[in-house]
């Protein structure tokens, strides 16, 4: 029995030394199944070291099931299976897999995705962070109500009762890690045969997620004022997700009798449901705030679906949705095993965020801050571009949609904002059937919560030279 002790080996514990070699000598057979260990004392005497480190060792062993012990009798080496695979020579991360750290230095964006988030006011949100740990501490070290904490559904509820005019009870609100999650885990209570209507363009990552999850979506297309109502009759749709504050990435705010149009549509039958995906409503710079669909049904038909994503900040990862009665009941019987998927602490922390005023303080500077510089980039893209831009100038959220004449195809015009270093996201990219009438034109979603106020000049030239 070849052991090996290297007393001067300064990282390896003896015991660890010992333990690696038998473990060794076990796999290599040099000791064989069933076979009697030294006793400890044999074994410490051997090797010139202390039992301790020796019985530290066999309780290794002991622990990984390489050796068994019988009472009184003393160690033995396990009856091991073995592995009938053998190593794969290359155990690299193949090339396809690789990540490359993306530093986009120097680049300009006018994504509608990104936030400044050096105009988040980080003092207040620690000073909420604080308050919820003092009040708190003792739910952190507990799973929360799957729903999220009562507690903070009551400030949301009360939040979205005054600025949206959603009528609801914190028992029906879910707070969630975004709005896929919430969505999908609702729309998976109904079977495949479901048919889930979606705005045309929309919100891609619906799309994307209902095919995933195995359902047919009608993509149905609009008109100067939202969702056409008689597409939906027609697709024999039973859900159809909407963006009536502000149609992403349209931005068409959807007039009352659209709206009324379609809360009849879901009227028509009891197994009809409007989710309405109240994406980006804090933000109006015109008019007051208009109130949300989910206020004007009176059959418990619309899903209201919230996020803090735009008014705060996109990783944060908080969003929400008010469930209609029966639909509450039902998600309950499904998910009350799933474990509430955002961080206690963050949501105590927006609890006392939205109870102090601060939120609503935040999102009225926040609209101050927005309404100035989304005039600024209209009256550039303008003063640039002159007839060769329309702007699609409805005073809400945090993008707008502009359409460019030019010749070049979207791949092109993609391909150029690279190498100029800028950000843009093209109208094809929610497009779910892009069509033949839309040459010689292409349409950019214009994000402004992103770009600081020095880099609005700079930007648009950038842009004038990818479409020139
Ligand atoms: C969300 C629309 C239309 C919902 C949105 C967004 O998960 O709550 C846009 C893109 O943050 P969540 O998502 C809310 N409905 O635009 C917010 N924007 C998306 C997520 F950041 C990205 O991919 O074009």
Not at 389 to 395: C, G, K, L, Q, S
Not at 408 to 435: C, H, V
Request: aromatic share 10%; hydrophobic share 35%; net charge negative.
């Amino acid at each position: 029995m070849q052991i090996i002790i290297n007393k001067e080996d300064n990282h390896t514990y003896i015991y660890q030394q010992i333990y690696e070699n038998m473990k060794e000598l076990i796999m290599s057979k040099q000791f064989i199944a069933n076979e009697q260990l030294p006793s400890k004392r044999t074994l410490a005497e051997q090797l010139d070291v202390s039992v301790n480190s020796i019985t530290t060792a066999y309780e290794q062993l002991l622990a990984e099931g390489y050796i068994y012990t019988i009472e009184r009798s003393g160690y033995f080496v396990e009856n091991i299976t073995e592995l009938t695979t053998t190593k794969k020579i290359r155990t690299e991360l193949p090339e396809d897999l690789r990540e490359k750290e993306e530093k986009r230095e120097d680049w300009l964006s006018f994504s509608h995705i990104a936030v400044d988030a050096t105009l988040f006011p980080f003092q207040d949100w620690a000073k909420s962070e604080q308050k919820a740990l003092t009040n708190h501490l003792e739910e952190l070290g507990h799973l929360t109500h799957f729903q999220g904490p009562l507690q903070v559904r009551k400030s949301i509820a009360q939040l979205i009762e005054q600025t949206r005019g959603v009528d609801c009870e914190p028992e029906q609100i879910i707070i969630g890690a975004g709005t896929q999650n919430l969505v999908g885990r609702l729309i998976s209570m109904y079977p495949k045969t479901t048919r889930l209507a979606i705005e045309n363009p929309g919100y891609q990552r619906f799309y994307q997620l209902f095919s995933d999850l195995g359902y047919a979506v009608q993509p149905i297309s609009l008109d100067e004022q939202g969702i056409k109502v008689d597409e939906l009759t027609d697709a024999e749709a039973d859900f159809a997700i909407v963006t009536p504050s502000h149609q992403f990435p349209t931005g068409t705010i959807m007039p009352i009798s659209r709206r009324n149009e379609l809360l009849n549509w879901a009227a028509k039958s009891k197994n009809r449901f409007i989710i309405e995906d109240d994406y980006d409503s804090e933000y109006k710079y015109e008019t007051d705030h208009i109130p949300a669909l989910q206020s004007l049904d009176q059959n418990q038909q619309v899903i209201y679906s919230g996020t803090f994503s735009k008014p705060l900040l996109p990783s944060l990862r908080i969003s929400y949705m008010v469930l209609p009665f029966e639909l509450l009941r039902k998600y309950r019987n499904k998910y009350e095993n799933r474990i509430q998927e955002v961080n206690t602490l963050d949501l105590y922390t927006l609890h006392y965020f939205i109870k102090d005023g601060i939120y609503q303080k935040h999102i009225r500077q926040m609209t101050r801050h927005y309404k100035k510089k989304r005039f600024r980039i209209i009256r550039l893209l303008k003063e640039t571009f002159h007839e060769k831009v329309t702007i699609h100038d409805i005073p809400a959220g945090l993008h707008f949609l502009a359409v460019f004449k030019t010749n070049k195809s979207y791949a092109e015009i993609k391909e150029i904002a690279e190498k100029q270093k800028i950000e843009i996201y093209l109208l094809d990219r929610f497009m779910t059937a892009p069509n033949e009438s839309s040459r010689g034109q292409v349409g950019v979603i214009i994000g402004f919560a992103k770009i600081k106020n020095a880099d609005i000049e700079e930007a648009v030239a950038r842009l004038s030279s990818v479409m020139e």
